[in-house]
């Protein structure tokens, strides 16, 4: 069997990732599986266990980087996150496609190590929407918010070494559009 694809899937906090990979993991022909990853963060309303991340202490993840059992990790905004490798390798063994929804220098650590790996950023119309997206979340605080914007605003000067870069301005247009590239790569 072939090895499914790894794609690195990243773009800034409120974007709309989440609503984009929902609406992909249920088309069945892409065959993705997605990697939940591991964290420091607190749990927000809602998120599950082992479904949204594997949520650990500090002690915990620091054991998972010292016994190499993440395939890349980084600190983002007073947490750490990562990758469990065994998964991602299990999943590819298997033919699945599997998605890493991470951020930027974690991305850039991904495809240090497998240069194949496709990879997509996703952009909002505008700053100004991004601020109105995160807020109409309410998931954090103001403080939050304020810090994921500014690391948002440094973040978008350094993905140009992303192969695609998809607006989301309209969630159907990027949805359609990020589908193509994922049939692409499997067609080639
Ligand atoms: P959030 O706290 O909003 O769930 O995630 C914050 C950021 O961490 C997002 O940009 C998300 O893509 C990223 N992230 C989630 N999991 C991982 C991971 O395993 N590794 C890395 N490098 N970033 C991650």
Redesign the pocket.
Known sequence: MEKGLLIV?????GVG?GTILKELMAMEDLNLAY?V???T?QP?EGEVEGV??FFVSKKRFLEAVKKGE?L???R??D?D???PKAYVEQMREAGKNVV????????K?ILKKCPDALSIYIVPPSMEELEKRLKERKSEDEQTIMK?ISKAKKELKEIDFYEHIVCNDDLATAVEEIRQIILNEMNK
């Open positions: 899937f990243s773009g800034v906090s990732k990697s990853s591991m964290t963060r927000r949204n991340y993440l890349e990790h980084a983002f905004v947490n996150y990562g990758t890493l929804e991470i951020e930027i220098r974690g991305a650590q994921r």
